[in-house]
């Protein structure tokens, strides 16, 4: 689960400095051809997608239902393994990825033909389903800590007949490795849980494992906090990754060795 007590203030001015240093969403003025072509092809694609339609449906349904579960929070939200009831209607509303995201990651998916799929961090289920949705003939694990919240989301991913995606209980660090000690190879690596420095880059090593030269992995809420933000500014850095694109609430990082000197674009999206 991924829990997200903006501050309003911080992350305002850390928005506006994003923004005021970031490129045209349009991608004038982008010199890689290949992070052109995603912002073309990928970030100023609005196309709609008859997979949306019932995937909101179901949010809808979430966001209106009271029933509680109790929740352990093994993130950034606290020091310990604090335990706290919310309804299912709470979460849908505030820890769901947006459908406006949601949909960027079912586009990323298909632009980049991703058959294996690694996400940390299930919630209820939903942004799974844009994952699971886009390729129907790959793969996707999806981990997350809290049991209640793995159990709701499997039973979501089955009322919408996605069988493609696994839901996979328990803390990342006694889930993760196992799941990768299995796979060759991953296509896309999307990382929301957790929240903190040490955890985020250890997970990001573990991610390196099983990924190659086209795989792309993602990281969410990556200006979330100063710890986030000293993360991302670590992953940047790492002699693996060639190119960064920024978008404020998620991070695209690729390891392509096409790329002949280190890249990051922070583009409006």
């Known amino acids: 689960m991924s829990a997200r007590p903006y501050t309003f203030f911080p992350l305002a001015l850390r928005y506006l400095r994003y923004y005021l240093g970031a490129m045209n969403g349009s991608g004038h003025g982008i010199h890689s051809p290949f992070v052109y072509a995603f912002v073309r092809n990928v970030l100023m694609d609005r196309s709609s997608n008859k997979n949306f339609g019932r995937i909101e449906k179901m949010r809808q349904q979430l966001q209106k239902d009271v029933r509680m579960i109790k929740l352990t929070d093994f993130g950034a939200g606290s020091a310990k393994q604090d335990t706290k009831e919310k309804s299912i209607g709470q979460i849908a509303r505030s820890a769901a990825k947006s459908p406006r995201l949601a949909q960027l990651l079912f586009r990323s998916v298909q632009y980049f033909n991703a058959s294996t799929i690694v996400e940390l961090g299930s919630s209820l289920g939903l942004t799974t389903a844009y994952l699971a949705s886009a390729n129907k003939n790959g793969i996707v694990y999806s981990l997350e800590g809290d049991p209640e919240l793995a159990q709701a989301a499997a039973q979501n991913l089955a009322g919408l007949g996605l069988h493609n995606a696994h839901i996979i209980p328990g803390n990342f660090d006694n889930t993760l490795q196992p799941l990768l000690d299995k796979l060759s190879k991953a296509d896309l690596v999307y990382i929301d849980g957790n929240h903190r ?38 992953i940047q850095a790492h002699p693996k990754v060639t190119t960064t694109i920024d978008l404020f609430f998620l991070g695209y990082v690729f390891m ?4 002949k000197e280190r890249q990051h674009f922070p583009i409006r999206f």
């Open 197 to 234: 420095l040490e955890p985020t880059l250890r997970y990001f090593e573990q991610a390196l494992a099983v990924a190659n030269e086209q795989t792309v992995i993602i990281l969410d809420d990556i200006h979330w906090s100063g710890e986030m933000e000293a993360a991302w500014k670590a």
């Open 256 to 259: 392509r060795p096409e790329f």
